[in-house]
């Protein structure tokens, strides 16, 4: 019974939008993970119709032992859609069991109600949002190059061109130098390359913040990664780095933190030091981390713009996100983040990015941090678009800033309509830095130290990029 409950408590944590559905099943041990990811989804699935049935027949009125609905819901899927409960004798089997016949027949008149004539039929359908957008992976740098994951995926059949169109297409992405895109059926998670860490499994506008963030690749570099697992984004910050310097990598969750060490172990990062510990009782005065240059804050968001087929069955019991008071806490608490950020002495350029597609904890969080005591006396303000992915076509909301003008320094994606999740990411940046940062890449006295940004103005793009092959492959 014990797979059943821990379905529940995954079940239980959504119910509390507690995270995604993909969030949340990363925290079942491992070896428990696939069996009890297939039953949640599968419920989550057939929930309109199971909640229907188990309410006709009066399961949860009747028996005691049964002491909630997502118990329910998993046993009874189990008896009408699976092999039948796969659990030894007991109260709470033996409970269920006594209601099979007109948990069957409530089944079979739910089925003609919807005239659907095979179970299939009465499954909630995918997000078809997710159908257009690509499976990305990141070339994982710190292993390998561009060069050699290319030959790699052409000897294995893939051949370039648009990912959309045929399961054997795929696109070095227009963005980000270490992307690839992918069909969306393709799969990688049991792939060799995917599990010794030479590509990592990342949506594109999630590679958006370390790529605008470009944290140097020098010896004596200091970079933060504020709110770190599961460490798709402090891998990529550690590849833009070359594994040099220091990356300090804050985790306040104890599993989560696990599950980073194990990520950041996988992708052969060793300049990062993870550490477990909230990012707000770090003081910006400790040596060792008041010396950053760099932080990438990437907080805990409502979660709104992501798009799979997973999420999209909480949807239709969830509806819209428009819990006003979660979000508003969300928002205090992503300012909180940013100010405390604005205190390291040190900092240059923080980069605040969710996977949110509110407003409320976009531009209305950056709108209040631009007018903060720290970020004035500090001299923060909003980075120019020039260094915030200036072909990026989709910007911030005009209409939710004080001044409409700094729209333009925001990065927006649209889930479904620009082939990637919800993202939006800000740039602050101390004073003239982004000044100081421009007439740096004009110079490129350092190439290896300047993160490739194909995001440069057309004739500067051809330049360099001649450079970034020979930065990437040597
Ligand atoms: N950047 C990560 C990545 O790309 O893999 C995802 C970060 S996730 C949106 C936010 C993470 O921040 C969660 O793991 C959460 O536990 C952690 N977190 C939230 N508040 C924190 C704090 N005050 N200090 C450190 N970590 C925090």
Redesign the pocket.
Known sequence: MNFYFEAVNVLDKLDAKKGSIKGVLASVPEKNRKRTAALVIETLKYKQVLSEVIEAAQLLKQEKKITSRNLALVLVHDLLLSRGIQAGDGPIKQAVLRHKTRLTSEFTRAKLKRGAKSNEELAQTDDSRAASIPRYIRVNRTCWTMKDALKTFQAQGYELGDPLSSPKSFKQDDHIPDLLAFHPSARFVDDPLYLSGKIILQDKA?CFPAHILAPPARDNAVVI??????????SHLCAIMQNKGKLYA????RK?FSTLKTMLSKAHCTNVEAVN????TISSSDPKFGRATHI?L????SGSGIVNRMDHLLAAEQEEDDDSDRLNKLAA?QLK?IRHAMTFPSVQRIVYST?SVHAIENEHVVRQALKTEEATTGGFRLARRNQVLPNWHRRGFPEKLDDPVNADALVRCSPGEDATNGFFVSLFVRGDEDDASERAMKKRKEPAEAHDSPEQPATKRKKKKKKTVKATET
């Open positions: 999630s990664d504020a709110t770190a697992a599961p460490g798709n984004k402090t804050f985790e306040r969750d989560r510990s909230d990012f707000l990438l990437d907080p805990s968001c608490f983040m996977c």
